[in-house]
């Protein structure tokens, strides 16, 4: 079974970084595409970073271009997904979800979910 668990969220200052982590068990990350969702209250889920399983990076959204970076580490099956300048409307809960080989920009197209972290910017 597939399973991914996200890790690394928290309450900071506007500003301020975290770095998010999704880590998988069961399976191997090598093969599988990874994206970073958000939801944030009251909102619809937004896709925010991809990246396939070969290290390409996709950008879903534009509020983030020059802040979040995404990457991947095979070895330890963990995807990262860097939080820089974070701003309030970046609060949200962070869900990362798997698919293979390549990034898609349809949520319905990744397979597995993991159960999300909690992000909250605020003084």
């Known amino acids: 079974q597939l399973q991914l668990v996200e890790s690394g969220g928290g309450l900071v200052q506007p500003g301020g970084s975290l770095r998010l982590s999704c880590a998988a068990s069961?399976?191997?990350?090598?093969?599988?595409?990874i994206a970073w969702v958000r939801r944030a209250p009251g909102k619809e889920r937004e896709g925010i970073l991809c990246?396939?399983?070969?290290?390409?990076?996709?950008d879903y959204a534009d509020s983030v271009k020059g802040r979040f970076t995404i990457t991947r580490d095979n070895p330890k099956n963990t995807v990262y997904l860097q939080m820089n300048s974070l701003k309030p409307e970046d609060t949200a809960v962070y869900y990362c979800a798997a698919r293979f080989a390549y990034c898609s920009v349809r949520e319905a197209d990744f397979t597995s979910w993991g159960q999300g972290t909690q992000v909250t910017v605020s003084s």
């Open positions: 990246i396939s399983s070969r290290g390409g990076s996709t």
């Open positions: 069961g399976f191997s990350l090598d093969y599988y595409a």
